[in-house]
């Protein structure tokens, strides 16, 4: 099916649901539970967002869900508001939280981060009990209102439900089209490898904030609804439980696309009516479901139904565009740089001048601080002390997105692919990097595709990444440098695990890369490689230089010979 | 100054359970990585354990305890089977999710049964307590800091001076070489459950008289020792007691001065503080990753 196809389906399948849930009678009990599946749905495509797209956990989306319900029931009793001022009040409030929670991120992740999400879940629910002169206290807050426009009478449940619908249609396609925008595909690269993401030029601290910040909206949506829809809340509503139970709807439905959400939240909401017949027990089985489902079905029911679909580029691809500026002089200067680690002096004191245009190679024994070296480059560590001057420009210690906007480009010695995104998506993020003079997704394909085809891997364009073999894997993950327009690229060990005539391919990519004056800096122990390709040759050996110039006279050094081959015995010491 | 004294004494007595169910949860976390959320189930476990072979069945208290120690060492090895060996080879969040779905499976099994009203467990001895002037120290305050001094200690000699102890320490740091070293890993991860279960029911036994007995136990117990973890430093034995006490005299002092019905709060908000500030807590795991 073509987009603009599935555009329609998608329109008339939802005109469909909405219409026969405003006219088909449904009985009461019955439109209870769609109201609730409903607005659980929406708040349940929060956590699509932050958990499935950028790999975040929360343990606190009841507690969103809630700051949106307590928001339309203050703003549309105690306040006096309609009901769209007061559910913009509590979305406003939702998102500040949620803003705040992502922030936290800066600092942590996995554990932690739940921790953080369950302690904020646990605060509200103690201030929404206790600060009774506001929020009722445990009584919860009665009469609700719901919206008020002339002509629909939302008065009626099921009336009310159509509207929960037409929300939740239209926030489900929105995640669902965000996941191939450029903010969702940042997100599933922070989600994958998010010192990758750093690397080529996502802001993924921002990323991050704005996951979040879109989850709690999404949350406080849902939650608003609910409020509307049953007309009396209380905390209880919104307890740690309930967050589990939405995180359970996620994972349940299939946490990568936004149908899941609607899966999951249907069926765990209409569940516990399947299991009613089993008494006080049914909670129980819900909870050993919770369980049956992460062992037998990792990627949610959805999970089942989608594969990804390997597919072949059908438009011929293009050149790359280097671009590259013949000048003279040094690009990239660094004076002085040390980088410490506690006691250790992984980089100490180390100067490096890298020429326009020239292929400078970083050798030394393992430990040396060559990977150190291009982490604090590539700005993953920040310097303990020194200067980098790119072209003029001071960027020692900058945020590896800035370093990436700046055109240092990298890979890594242990390849760091987004190994659940297609080869195409994995180059197009890079093409996507800020400062690379393209922002349109068309333009951003083309390049990429282009950078796949120079390094010969855009046959492979529409295949995982991480099924791609391991070499394949390297040339993807140089091409992704490559469509970022780099001035400066950093290659980290390219030849480890290559085979002899991988190796060969990989000498060949590099002198063509040299021919189209790109300047690079390699780190590598195959001397024969860098013989080949190599300008100009560093040392590294205990974290300082200790030799510098062309192979010929550094491979002949002495010191370089004894830092790889041990002392030799001098004849005055025998 | 006596009312200080009565409130840290308190304090330290019930942070002293949670400084049980703390370490029971860094012994898992340590073997196998994973965050246990029904930690504190195994609190409630252990207390009903209690209710049922004491209070039910009229058998004299030490029986009691036997046969605990005796179920939670079978619910740790069942826990291990069923909650955390199918998904050991997965990521962070399918078996912290699977470890939640446990903890439902649990509550809701123990409500089924008993019912939402809480039982009563008769405190461990019979005396009241002593009196050092107006302080007055309750007898069964006394026994859980005992009983967990006494467990600390054990634990410390059995990790450190028995053969055992340092094949599961050898997993816990280097599974992969510890299996190359002819450990059996999966034993000694077995075993890390049930001594986990053991401790956590160790806990439910001893808070079981202070507090009553409900399903409610478990939830807030497992998040304020989770809490203690986190200020204690993720990972760190010594942490793990040191955070339990310190959430303990926290809640117990913020009850008294501040405000009781925000009790539960407090431990929340030195943790937000924690982990904004310091979230390698006090005695530090690494947070930071690398390339």
Known sequence: MSPRARILVYFVLAALVVGLASAVPLGEYMVKLLLQAASYAIAVLGLTVLLGYTGQISLAQAAFFGLGAYGVALGTTTLGLGFAPALALGLVVATLFGIALGMSTLKLGGHYLAMVTISFQQILTLVLTNWISVTGGPDGIRNIGRPHLPGIDFENNQTYLAACLVVLFAVGGLVAVLKSRRLGLAMQAVRDNELAAGVVGINTFRVKIIAFALSALLGGLGGGLFAGAFRYISPDQFAFDDSVVLLTMVLLGGVEAAIGAAIGAGLLILLPEWLRFLKQFYLAVYGAAVILIMVFLPAGIWGLFSRHRVWAPAAPVGPLELDIEAAAGTLLSVRGLAKHFGGVRAVDGVDLDIAQGSVHALIGPNGSGKTTLLNVLSGIYRPTAGSITLNTRPVAGLAPHVLAAAGIGRTFQNIRLFHSLSALDNVVIGAERPGSGISQRAAATARALAALGFVGMAERAGELAASLPYGHQRLVEIARALAGHPVLLLLDEPAAGLNLTEKQELVELLKRLRGHGLTILLIEHDMDLVEQVADRITVLNFGRHIADGSPAEVLRHPEVIAAYLGEVPSHEAA | ?291
């Open chain 2, 1 to 291: 100054m006596t009312v200080l004294l009565q409130l840290l004494f308190q304090g330290v007595g019930i942070g002293a359970v949670y400084a049980l169910v703390a370490l029971g949860f860094v012994l898992i976390y340590r073997a196998t990585n994973v965050v246990n959320f029904a930690q504190g189930q195994f609190a409630v476990v252990g207390a009903y354990s209690m209710v049922v072979t004491t209070a039910d069945l009229g058998l004299p208290y030490w029986l009691g305890i036997l046969i605990t120690l005796a179920v939670m060492a079978v619910f740790g090895a069942l826990f291990n089977l069923g909650v955390y060996y199918p998904l050991r080879n997965r990521s962070f969040l399918p078996v912290v999710i699977s470890t939640i779905g446990a903890s439902i499976f649990i509550t809701n099994i123990i409500l089924g049964i008993y019912g939402p009203e809480p039982s009563m467990l008769a405190p461990m001895l019979d005396a009241p307590g002593i009196s050092l002037g107006a302080l007055f120290l309750d007898a069964q305050y006394l026994t859980i800091i005992a009983v967990t001094l006494a467990l600390v200690a054990l634990q410390y000699l059995f990790f450190e001076h028995t053969l055992l102890g340092k094949r599961m320490q050898a997993v816990s740091q280097d599974k992969e070489m510890a299996s190359l070293l002819g450990i059996k890993v999966g034993w000694m991860i077995m075993l890390t459950f049930i001594y986990s279960a053991m401790l956590g029911g160790i806990a439910g036994i001893l808070v079981a008289p202070i507090l009553f007995v409900s399903v409610g136990l478990g939830g807030q117990i497992a998040l304020k020792a989770f809490a203690a973890t986190i200020i204690g430093g993720f990972g760190d034995v010594p942490g793990a007691i040191v955070g339990g006490i310190a959430i303990g005299v926290i809640e117990t002092f913020g009850a008294y001065y501040i405000s009781v019905p925000y009790k539960d709060a407090f431990a929340f908000i030195v943790l937000f503080a924690f982990l904004l500030l310091r979230p390698s807590g006090l005695f530090g795991e690494k947070v930071s990753q690398k390339a």
